[in-house]
């Protein structure tokens, strides 16, 4: 069952993002559906206005609505009961791509805070970062990319259950943290790149 305060995130966290000039990667976007768990999830990735395709800096976003999350949703809206909070699991990937040179995890580091704006009550706590490599057939000269992530739990308050516009008022910090992160990422020095 998809459950409408999940949805109901997923627009909160659009408009943030498009308030802040975010440009969304339209062939990006997922919503998936784990048949056997049951867990729904929301991915996407906005990437600064004017980068192009492949963008230079993104932001992957997955959204997590787990089973037992619902659970507890359709406890408090059939029974009226408000036992143990829903909670939407976010995670937060910024991504530098397109480098010539092997880059420094440390220099981004520097420019990255430890953890996010508050979302409700939580805050999304950074984690280590991963460098890639990408080669082409040839096995010459090829290309880096360096991602952080944030990740950490929404936890949804009885008022929110019942008033959607809390979801707008929680997530609006998202938009304008993640765009001036992108900003750093992008203009921090990674070994020449």
């Known amino acids: 069952m ?3 305060v999940f949805t109901d995130a997923i627009g909160a966290l659009r408009d943030a993002f498009e ?4 440009e969304r ?4 976007e997922r919503f998936q559906s784990d048949i056997l768990l049951g867990d729904s999830m929301w991915q996407t990735s906005y990437s600064l206005p004017g980068e192009g395709l492949p963008p230079r800096v993104q932001a ?3 959204c997590t609505w787990s089973t037992w999350s619902q659970a507890a949703y359709r406890s408090w809206y059939v029974d009226d009961e408000f036992t143990e909070p829903p909670r939407i699991e976010i995670e937060i ?3 530098r791509q397109q480098l010539p040179n092997f880059p420094e995890p440390g220099r981004l580091l520097e420019v990255l805070p430890a953890e996010s704006p508050a979302i409700g009550g939580e805050k999304l706590l950074r984690t280590g970062p991963t460098v ?3 080669y082409g057939n040839d ?5 880096y990319a360096i991602e952080v992530g944030f990740s950490g739990a929404y936890e949804l308050t009885e008022a929110g259950l019942a008033d959607g ?3 707008d008022t929680d997530f609006s910090a998202l938009g304008g943290w993640i765009a001036g992160t992108l900003v750093r990422v992008g203009d921090v020095e990674l070994n020449g790149s």
């Open 165 to 167: 516009s809390t979801l």
């Open 132 to 134: 890639e490599s990408f």
């Open 2 to 4: 998809l459950d409408h």
């Open 93 to 95: 990937v910024l991504r």
């Open 25 to 28: 990667q339209a062939f990006e």
């Open 19 to 22: 308030h802040a000039r975010l």
């Open 139 to 143: 096995l010459n000269a090829p290309e």
């Open 60 to 62: 992957d976003i997955s």
